[in-house]
Nanobody, 114 residues
Framework: QVQLVESGGGLVQPGGSLRLSCVAS????????MGWYRQAPGKERELVAR??????EYADSVKGRFSISRDHAKMTVYLQMDSLNADDTGVYYC?????????WGQGTLVTVSS
């Protein structure tokens, strides 16, 4: 059973940075798709950034501020978030697609506030 565990969330001031990590366990295979979604209070879950093979996709709202990276050996994907603003507040979820199943982490809370 694949498990995803996120870490790195917290409280940060506007303009600050955070780095999220997500470690996959229970498998030695790399996922077909792996990345990050977020859900702000009262809103639907939305894509932030993800790898689909060698292709990287970012939400328009985070382009130029967020950067996704991965370490295959550590089965880990990272999300570097810079120039954070209040609209980035939410629960950030790691997701991984191991066809045919899609897995989600428990989420890590990011709060951007002064």
């Amino acid at each position: 059973q694949v498990q995803l565990v996120e870490s790195g969330g917290g409280l940060v001031q506007p303009g600050g940075s955070l780095r999220l990590s997500c470690v996959a366990s229970g498998t030695s295979y790399s996922p077909h798709v792996m990345g990050w979604y977020r859900q702000a209070p009262g809103k639907e879950r939305e894509l932030v950034a993800r790898y689909a093979g060698a292709i990287i996709e970012y939400a328009d709202s985070v382009k130029g501020r967020f950067s996704i990276s991965r370490d295959h050996a550590k089965m880990t994907v990272y999300l570097q978030m810079d120039s954070l603003n209040a609209d980035d507040t939410g629960v950030y979820y790691c997701t991984a697609l191991y066809v045919p199943s899609n897995y989600w982490g428990q989420g890590t809370l990011v709060t951007v506030s002064s």
